[in-house]
Every structure is written in structure tokens, then in C-alpha cells.
């Protein structure tokens, strides 16, 4: 599967931004679809993911700020950020697989100024 992101960019502390996420391949190959991210000196983390079927899941920091989304006639996945913070700072990826992140996408910068 080949997956490519838009929509990273630079936005100030409370601001907005959308993330998309097209995948190319077999459906059933993107039945999970999600964002991890990577701020500098930090592990790669889970940010947001999406089933097929609508199940969502949501890492603790982002809950309540960021909405995951996705249109399966379309293969393509939206995260939309709000209340951003500069410790949203990272770079993002998007990611697919039947189970869990298989497949991963070049990531897309996202910056939050203080």
C-alpha cells in the first residue's frame, strides 16, 4: 500500500489544521488507518487510528482536540487538529494494515509556535 499525506504546515498555538491521507492498494489491506507522529528526541507514538468499520482510537493528549475521519470509498483519512499546542510539534505519518500499522507513509511536518 502506498500512502500519501498532505497537509502539515505552520499554525500558531490554538490553531487549526487538517491532515489527509490517501492509500493506494487493496481495500482489505487498509482495514486500520492512522497517524503516529514524531517530535525531535521522542519516540514514534500513536496519535489517532480508524477502522473500515468506524472504531476509533485515540492516544490521551489528543482526545477531544483531534478527530480522525475516513472516506473508504476514497481510501483517504483526515485528522483534524484544533487546540493545536506546540508539544503537537512532529512530524506525522500516516499508516495502514489489516490489523496495525503495516504500511507507512513519508511523513508531513507539522509546527506549533508558541
Known amino acids: 500500500v502506498q500512502l500519501q499525506a498532505s497537509g502539515g504546515g505552520l499554525v500558531q498555538a490554538g490553531g487549526s489544521l487538517r491532515l489527509s491521507c490517501a492509500a493506494s492498494?487493496?481495500?482489505?489491506?487498509?482495514?486500520?488507518m492512522g497517524w503516529h507522529r514524531q517530535a525531535p528526541g521522542k519516540p514514534r507514538e500513536l496519535v489517532a487510528s480508524?477502522?473500515?468499520?468506524?472504531?476509533?482510537n485515540y492516544a490521551d493528549s489528543v482526545k477531544d482536540r483531534f478527530t480522525i475521519s475516513r472516506e473508504n470509498a476514497k481510501n483517504t483519512i483526515y485528522l483534524q487538529m484544533t487546540s493545536l499546542k506546540p508539544e503537537d510539534t512532529a512530524v506525522y505519518y500516516c499508516t495502514a494494515g489489516v490489523l496495525g500499522p503495516r504500511d507507512w507513509g513519508k511523513g508531513t511536518l507539522v509546527t506549533v509556535s508558541s
Open positions: 480508524i477502522t473500515i468499520g468506524g472504531t476509533t
Open positions: 492498494g487493496k481495500f482489505f489491506s487498509t482495514n486500520y
